[in-house]
Structure formats: C-alpha cells, structure tokens
C-alpha cells in the first residue's frame, strides 16, 4: 500500500505550524496603541464682569423722579438744595461717593452708597438750613476710592 505524499506533506505543515506556536507562547505580540481622539478643548474662560463706571454727572438745583437733574446749572442761590445726578453702568458692584468741597477744601460733606450691576442714576444732595456761604464749591465723584470725576460750582 501506498501512501499518498501530499497527506503527509501537510501533516508535517501543521505539527510544524503546532510547535511553532508552542514555542512562542510566552512571547507577547507588539501592542499598537489604538489611534486616540484629540483631547477636547477646554472651554473658553468667561470674561470678566466690566468694571462699574460713571457715565454721567450733572449739577442741578431739583432732580425728578428718576434721579436726573430737571435743569443742569453751575451756579446756585444760597437757599438751594444742590443735587448731582450720577449715571453708572457696568456688570459689577462698587462703592460711589460724593465729596462736596468748599473754597480750597474745606469739606461740606461726604457720601458713600453700594451700586449694583447694572445702569442706574443715583442722586446726592447737600442743603445748608442757615444758607450756603457764596464762593465756590468742588463735587468729586469716586468710584472705589479713586476720583473719577469732578465738577465745580459756585453760590452766588
């Protein structure tokens, strides 16, 4: 009897391929790193809040409903109230003050308030019951400490 050579050929062909993989099996095949995705983007950092700002600042001897003086003037009668109208604007809060001066600095009178964000007219006063000595006058606004306006005025 013969024996068929091709049946044979491949015997020996997987004993082989069987060995082979014995022999190797404690040898680990190259890791290819799976492709990666871009790192996401970190989001954009939200802007800061504008600063408050004074807008606007306006003299006056009466102010309306809305804190705006009804007619601005520079000049005043000793018997009058004197308003200042501030505008301000901005998206944070701070501290504005009203320091109303005489002659060469004597202080009359000092005022501070909290605003909002936001836009708003605010309004300061100063009255004097015995009538304001003629002369001139100062108004300095602040904002935080740090003047950011100034008028000046005179009584007459």
Same mark, same amino acid.
């Given at each position: 009897?013969?024996?068929? @050579?091709?049946? $044979?050929?491949?015997?020996?062909?997987?004993?082989?391929?069987?060995?082979? $993989?014995?022999?190797?099996?404690?040898?680990?095949?190259p890791?290819?790193?799976?492709?990666?995705a #871009?790192?996401?983007?970190?989001?954009?950092?939200?802007? #800061?809040?504008?600063?408050?700002? @004074?807008?606007? @600042? %306006? +003299? *006056?001897?009466?102010?309306d409903?809305d804190?705006?003086?009804?007619?601005? $003037?520079?000049?005043?009668?000793p018997?009058?109230?004197? &308003?200042?109208?501030v505008?301000?604007?901005?998206?944070?809060?701070? =501290?504005?003050?009203?320091?109303w001066t &005489?002659?060469?600095?004597? +202080?009359?009178?000092?005022?501070?308030?909290?605003?909002?964000?936001? #836009?708003?007219?605010?309004?300061?006063?100063?009255?004097?019951?015995?009538?304001w000595p003629?002369?001139? &006058? =100062? +108004? %300095?606004?602040? +904002?935080? *400490?740090?003047? @950011?306006?100034?008028?000046?005025?005179?009584?007459?």
């Open positions: 009897m013969t024996r068929p @050579v091709v049946p $044979a050929a491949m015997t020996v062909a997987m004993l082989s391929t069987v060995l082979l $993989a014995a022999c190797n099996r404690d040898a680990t095949a890791v290819v790193p799976a492709p990666q #871009p790192a996401p983007e970190a989001p954009a950092a939200p802007e #800061p809040p504008a600063p408050a700002r @004074v807008t606007s @600042v %306006e +003299l *006056g001897n009466a102010v409903g804190n705006r003086v009804a007619a601005p $003037a520079s000049e005043f009668a018997t009058d109230t004197i &308003y200042a109208s505008g301000v604007d901005g998206e944070s809060a701070a =501290k504005l003050t009203a320091r &005489y002659g060469e600095g004597q +202080l009359v009178r000092n005022t501070d308030t909290d605003i909002v964000a936001g #836009p708003d007219v605010i309004a300061f006063d100063i009255q004097h019951p015995d009538g003629t002369g001139t &006058y =100062k +108004l %300095e606004v602040l +904002l935080d *400490g740090t003047v @950011v306006e100034t008028r000046e005025f005179a009584v007459r």
